[in-house]
């Protein structure tokens, strides 16, 4: 079975500046892990993911995470952050069979 | 249409009441799955169709929860002698295999009372 642990469960920070959200995950078998955003009311929008290849993933609106197996980590980041990247955001693992396991989720609140 | 479509979007129900939550998915998609999602935590998988076929039906917490597909597209979610912890913001994605293509829904928020 797979899981993820997301360190940070709030993240404020200020607009313009740099944020990581920080991701690990245990696994007994290769992995697929991916970054969601969600914002009030809505649904689950895919940010990036890895399947294969190169470690450092590049996404959508700025996004970047990289996969490291050693640390078992895929942290996501942005350098300059916008008040529009106020939302949840999820980091998700899956071991092949489709099914994704999520993490609690990191609050992240971009103030002026 | 060009996204998921969940309806209703809101649902109160009295405790021991049936639900019946829509998911209409991307049309052609394949794969269409069900997830839980409650206050403050990230989604959890309740099922999983590949056309009408129900392949995967792990997640369902007790056997008050039903899904079905029988046409390969509409997907209804059926939850039967509501409880108060069944409330929750229900989630539908779809994709149109199995690559991780994945498009989630808005959800139907669930309130027991």
């Known amino acids: 079975a797979q899981s993820v642990t997301q360190l940070d469960s709030q993240v404020p920070v200020f607009e313009e500046a740099p944020v990581e959200l920080r991701c690990n995950y245990s696994?007994?078998?290769?992995?697929?892990l991916f970054w969601y955003v969600q914002y009030p009311n809505q649904g689950l929008q895919l940010l990036l993911k890895?399947?294969?290849?190169?470690?450092l993933v590049k996404g959508i609106n700025g996004f970047e995470a990289e996969f490291n197996k050693s640390q078992t980590s895929f942290h996501l980041r942005k350098p300059s952050v916008h008040i529009s990247d106020t939302a949840e955001y999820f980091c998700a693992v899956s071991g092949g069979d489709y099914k994704l396991s999520f993490g609690a989720g990191t609050t992240v609140t971009v103030r002026a | 249409g060009a996204g998921v479509s969940q309806s209703p979007r809101y649902k109160v129900a009295k405790r021991g009441q049936d639900v019946a939550l829509r998911c209409d998915p991307i049309?052609?998609?394949?794969?269409l799955f069900w997830y839980q999602q409650a206050l403050g935590q990230g989604p959890e998988f309740l099922t999983y169709?590949?056309?009408?076929?129900?392949?995967?039906k792990s997640g369902l917490p007790s056997d008050r929860f039903f899904a079905e597909r029988p046409e390969g597209s509409v997907s209804t979610l059926k939850i039967q002698r509501t409880q108060q912890e069944d409330s929750a913001v229900y989630l539908c994605?779809?994709?149109?295999?199995?690559?991780?293509?994945?498009?989630f829904g808005s959800g139907t928020r669930l309130t027991v009372v």
């Open positions: 169709f590949q056309n009408e076929a129900q392949l995967d």
């Open positions: 890895y399947l294969s290849g190169s470690t």
């Open positions: 994605a779809s994709g149109p295999g199995n690559n991780y293509g994945y498009t």
């Open positions: 049309s052609g998609h394949v794969s």
């Open positions: 696994s007994s078998v290769s992995v697929y």
